[in-house]
């Protein structure tokens, strides 16, 4: 039973404009959020995170926004840029259980 | 500052041979974490520690075993190694005093059982 769901597998994104990746959560008790960023044979990186006390957080080119309702979060990157193709994991946590549940991944690919 | 480090990188093994992972971090984290990473499945959390001395099973824990051998040093040992077992196998630490700032990932250990 996955809890945490990216339901598309991959995105291709001209440079400059903006990638949109989606995540949607069934844990109504998850109040954690976060987006991690993997190059192929390298460990995931932290990327951002969200607490379920906020609706959106931003650090630069990248914005995580929390629809608690519709239990959806998305990652938004303008512009994108060549560098930022890699596959992006989101994951949950509930405060308290110190751990997180990832969902399954989805490839950006930004195209020069 | 090494972050999380992992040992071996790539190992084979032939069914029902065992072996250990090794996962060592240096940041004082107090949590640590083994997670699979397999294709269309993301990464699944095999075991975790929350603090030295204690471990909890995660979502796919069959086939495994954990020593927390001291706040630095999380191994993982797998007795009887299957071909199901085929995967890319993550070390990850926490400060653990809240989880917003995200694990810290090791590189990886890419193991195949044949």
């Known amino acids: 039973d996955q809890q945490v769901k990216q339901n598309s597998p991959s995105l291709s994104v001209q440079e400059g404009r903006i990638s949109i990746l989606n995540c949607d959560y069934t844990?109504?008790?998850?109040?954690?959020f976060l987006w991690y960023k993997k190059y192929p044979a390298e460990g995931p990186t932290f990327l951002i995170s969200i607490s379920s006390i906020k609706d959106k957080n931003e650090d630069g080119r990248f914005t995580v926004f929390l629809n608690k309702s519709a239990k959806h979060l998305s990652l938004h990157i303008v512009p994108s840029q060549p560098g930022d193709s890699a596959v992006y994991f989101c994951?949950?946590?509930?405060?308290?259980?110190?751990?997180?549940?990832f969902g399954t991944g989805t490839r950006l690919k930004v195209l020069a | 500052n090494a972050g999380v480090t992992q040992t071996p990188k790539f190992q084979v093994l032939k069914t029902g041979q065992s072996m250990t992972l090794q996962c060592a971090q240096d940041m004082n984290h107090n949590s640590m974490y083994w997670y699979r990473q397999d294709p269309g499945m993301g990464l699944r959390l095999i075991y975790y520690?929350?603090?030295?001395?204690?471990?909890d099973k995660g979502e796919v824990p069959n086939g495994y075993n954990v020593s927390r051998l001291n706040k630095r040093e999380f191994s993982l040992r797998l007795e009887s190694a299957a071909p199901s077992q085929t995967s890319v196998y993550f070390c990850?630490?926490?400060?653990?005093?809240?989880?917003?700032?995200?694990?810290?990932f090791g590189s990886g250990t890419r193991l195949t059982v044949v």
């Open positions: 844990n109504s008790m998850f109040d954690y």
């Open positions: 520690s929350a603090s030295e001395g204690t471990t």
């Open positions: 994951a949950a946590s509930t405060s308290g259980t110190y751990k997180y549940i």
């Open positions: 990850a630490s926490i400060l653990g005093q809240g989880l917003i700032e995200g694990y810290t």
